[in-house]
């Protein structure tokens, strides 16, 4: 399979005009436009921004030119009032781009405006202007809504599917008080976590998941948005709210203590996102030896983060840390709203 690692082939995805959410907070998010300034024609301008706290924000500046980056820097905004009363959000930050420059910007309904001015912050806040930089760079951005390209896929014949149109009713192990879907389709995590009844060796396997938005937990927080998938119930490709930090195995897509994500393809919270699996199951001896480990290859967002993966060991937290041939699908509950869509898995022969 063709590895994609650059960070910018994110962007290469479909935009859509799907809805935001209803608590989504129109700041955060994936940005994207143009400089305005005569002359910067070939320039466009992106930006990664994050909640840190309720009204409050981080992010990542881009220039890009020729496919990548000319320059880059870190801003951050707060909102001074309530979403009902003040509908814009001021930003600033440092930037350097062959000198330094100092970006203010405003965000209001889903549109960012704003310039490069020479000169920067200081740490005191004060502006040090560079008379000699000459004038501001004007730029424009839009939030962007990102579809992954196997968003509502349909599965494919043979396929058995956990959740979604033509599900098994009965494919889950049922919990006193669990509550079965949602209006909008949806497995909601609930405690103790989703097993299926089914069983599964190799297998290709498709889901959709949906993180909340915490912007009170840290970023790459373990508290934001946690829950997990366990192929066979042993092996976890974990599922979290980390949009805006960088990858690790113990964030969205890592393989617990086994493997870091090749690149980061995670969308933002109350993002519809996809996981695209192939797993090879382990083999074994007539005395029940291992005598192959099992396989992965992971494609978060339609952009490959596990090629295949030897997993030499399952990762904790699963029905069982002794690996086998067949185990059924675990969706783990941390006490967190995620929820799962469309998920089914297709038999595959090795």
């Known amino acids: 399979m063709r ?91 440092n930037l350097n781009l062959d000198g330094d420059y100092f970006l203010t910007a405003t965000a209001t309904e889903e549109k960012m405006t704003g310039q490069l001015a020479p000169g920067r912050e200081t740490k005191k806040g004060n502006i040090k202007a560079d008379k000699k930089g000459g004038e501001p760079i004007a730029f424009e951005l839009q939030r962007q809504q990102v579809k992954p390209p196997t968003q509502g896929a349909t599965p494919p014949e043979g396929a058995i599917v956990l959740v979604g149109p033509g599900a098994d009713p009965e494919a889950w192990i049922l919990r006193p008080g669990a509550t079965d879907r949602t209006p909008d389709g949806a497995l909601p995590i609930i405690k103790p976590s989703w097993i299926s009844k089914q069983e599964f060796g190799s297998c290709k396997l498709h889901l959709e998941f949906v993180t909340p938005y915490m912007p009170n937990a840290g970023v790459g927080s373990q508290e934001r948005g946690n829950s997990g998938v366990y192929v066979q119930g042993r092996y976890e490709i974990q599922v979290l709210d980390s949009f805006g930090a960088a990858p690790r195995n113990n964030l969205c897509g890592g393989i617990y203590k086994i493997a870091v994500p090749l690149a ?68 783990q509950n941390h006490n967190d709203d995620v929820k799962y869509y469309n998920i089914w898995i297709q038999p595959i022969q090795d």
């Open 264 to 331: 980061d393809a995670v969308l933002p919270p109350l993002t519809r996102q996809t996981y695209d699996m192939e797993f090879h199951a382990p083999k074994f001896d007539a005395s029940g030896k291992k005598t192959q480990d099992a396989e992965l290859t992971v494609l978060h967002n339609g952009i490959v983060i596990h090629d295949k993966l030897k997993l030499p060991n399952a990762t904790p937290g699963g029905v069982t840390d002794v690996e086998g041939s067949t185990g059924p699908l675990l969706l």
């Open 3 to 93: 590895r994609t690692l650059s960070i910018l082939a994110l962007f290469a995805f479909v935009f859509c005009a799907l809805a935001f959410a209803a608590d989504d907070d129109h700041v955060m998010g994936i940005w994207e436009g143009k400089i305005t300034t005569s002359g910067w024609e070939s320039r466009t301008v992106k930006a990664k921004i994050w909640g840190v706290k309720n009204n409050a924000w981080e992010g990542q500046f881009q220039i890009i030119e020729n496919g990548g980056p000319v320059a880059e820097g870190n801003i951050s905004g707060k909102r001074e009032g309530s979403p009902e009363t003040v509908k814009s959000v001021p930003f600033s930050g």
